[in-house]
C-alpha cells in the first residue's frame, strides 16, 4: 500500500516562505485529484497546494498564478477529471501548460490497467486549456486601471514592449529608446487587441 505523503515537504516550506515576494507563481499540480496525485506518486495533496496559493494571495492578491496539468493519468475518471477542472477554476490559473499522458514502456505507469482513450485525453486537454484562457481573460481585466513596473524588452516606432511584474505582457506608448532593460512605470488602460496578448498601458509621470 502507498501511504500518502505528508502534507508539508521542505519543498513547499521552502515555497511558502519565498512566495510572499513574488507576484507570478508557478506551481506544478498536474492533477486536481488526490487519487490520481496518490498514483502519480506526488508528494503532495489538493488541500496542501490550494493552502499555499491562498496564503499567498492573502499578500498578493493581485497573484499571477500559472501551473502544469497532465490530463488521461492511467485510471483518470471523468470524476477525476472534473476535481482537476474545478481546482484549475477555483484557484484562477491564468496558463496551463496542458500535457496529454503519454504512454512510455517500462514504466510503471504504462503497466496500469485502465488506460485513458487519447480521444479523451486530446478532449480534456483541450477543456483545460479553454478555461485558462477564460481565467487569463478575467486577471487581465482586474489589472485595468493599475500601476505596474514594466521591464523593457524592446522600443519600436515609439511603442515599448515588455512584462510586467505580474509576469503579463504590456506595451506603452514610449519616445525614450534607452529605456531596453530598464524599468518603467505604466497605467494598465486596456484589455489586449482582439488576436494580441500584450495589456495596452500609458506611461506614468516621473519615468526616465
Not at 512510455?104 to 488506460?115: D, F, K, V
Not at 483545460?128 to 519600436?156: C, D, F, P, W
Request: charged fraction near 25%; glycine fraction near 6%.
Amino acid at each position: 500500500m502507498i501511504r500518502r505523503p505528508p502534507r508539508s515537504t521542505p519543498l513547499y516550506s521552502s515555497a511558502a516562505s519565498d512566495v510572499y515576494k513574488r507576484q507570478h507563481l508557478h506551481l506544478c499540480l498536474q492533477s486536481g485529484s488526490d487519487r490520481v496525485l496518490l498514483a502519480m506518486r506526488r508528494l503532495y495533496n489538493l488541500e496542501s497546494f490550494e493552502q499555499l496559493i491562498i496564503n499567498a494571495r492573502h499578500v498578493r492578491p493581485d497573484l499571477n498564478a500559472t501551473t502544469d496539468i497532465l490530463v488521461g493519468f492511467p485510471g483518470e475518471t471523468d470524476a477525476d477529471f472534473d476535481a482537476t477542472y474545478q481546482a484549475v477554476k477555483k484557484l484562477g490559473f491564468t496558463h496551463c501548460h496542458t500535457f496529454r499522458y503519454a504512454k512510455r514502456n517500462g514504466t510503471r505507469a504504462a503497466r496500469m490497467e485502465n488506460q485513458v482513450d487519447d480521444t479523451i485525453k486530446r478532449r480534456r486537454s483541450t477543456v483545460i486549456r479553454e478555461l485558462a484562457a477564460t481565467n487569463r481573460t478575467a486577471y487581465l481585466g482586474g489589472l485595468l486601471g493599475h500601476n505596474q513596473k514594466m521591464l523593457v524588452e524592446s522600443v519600436s516606432d515609439q511603442v515599448a514592449r515588455g512584462y510586467g511584474e505580474c509576469f503579463v505582457p504590456i506595451q506603452s506608448p514610449c519616445k525614450n529608446s534607452t529605456l531596453v532593460r530598464d524599468f518603467m512605470d505604466v497605467r494598465i488602460s486596456k484589455l489586449p487587441r482582439p488576436g494580441a496578448t500584450s495589456l495596452r498601458a500609458i506611461p506614468v509621470e516621473g519615468n526616465k
